[in-house]
Antibody
């Protein structure tokens, strides 16, 4: 059974840091690009970051560039998101998802975890 | 303000047909990049519904169909059922932003 299970969310103060994890099972993790997508309460989806199979390429949305770092450990079938300098507007459910390459630049997301809630508040 | 524009809500009676539009620009859909659609049932994670404008993953009913023309795309749902009540999101690639972009989402209500 395919599973993507996020963890690490919680309450953090503005300016603080948090590290999210996504444990994957049921498919060959090392063969796929992976992504983080977030959803603020009552709002729509926002792409956060992508990472290539071997971690050699990483791409970020403008709103998190320079503050968030995506990484992976293929030996542990795990995806990570290190979030620094957190702001109130980073409050969201964070989903990890499997990426399917559709053309040179295009991507879509075919498998999703259930998400983990990050709340940035004092 | 989302890069891709969707109507906030649409509705229809059971058995009817509804369409959800997704309007972009020359930096994304109009540049030739394909559109993908996701369904998010209340309280759950998004689920891939349509990829590459018109393709349905295994298990998605053929009541759902997609199309694309110019700078816009559409999702059609025929034979509306109560379980179709959900939020629907379009997604594409934007060359100006060098990344994936989503529409703001459309809430489908089955009357």
């Amino acid at each position: 059974e395919v599973q993507l299970v996020e963890s690490g969310g919680g309450l953090v103060q503005p300016g603080g840091s948090l590290r999210l994890s996504c444990a994957v099972s049921g498919f060959t993790f090392s063969s796929y690009w992976m992504t983080w997508v977030r959803q603020a309460p009552g709002k729509g989806l926002e792409w956060v970051a992508n990472i290539k199979q071997d971690g050699s390429e990483k791409y970020y949305g403008d709103s998190v560039k320079g503050r968030f770092t995506i990484s992976r450990d293929n030996a542990k079938n795990s995806l990570y998101l290190q979030m620094n300098s957190l702001r109130a507007e980073d409050t969201a459910v964070y989903y990890c998802a499997r990426v399917v390459r559709w053309g040179v630049l295009e991507r879509y997301f075919d498998l999703w975890g259930r998400g983990t809630l990050v709340t940035v508040s004092s | 303000q989302s890069v891709l524009t969707q109507p906030p809500s649409v509705s229809g009676a059971p058995g009817q047909r509804v369409t959800i539009s997704c309007t972009g620009s020359s930096s994304n859909i109009g540049a030739g990049y394909d559109v993908h659609w996701y369904q998010q049932l209340p309280g759950t994670a998004p689920k891939l519904l349509i990829y590459g404008n018109i393709n349905r993953p295994s298990g998605v009913p053929d009541r759902f169909s997609g199309s694309k023309s110019g700078t816009s795309a559409s999702l059609a749902v025929t034979g509306l059922q109560a379980e179709d009540e959900a939020d629907y999101y379009c997604q594409s690639y934007d060359r100006g932003l060098s990344g994936s972009v989503f529409g703001g989402g459309t809430k489908l209500t089955v009357l």
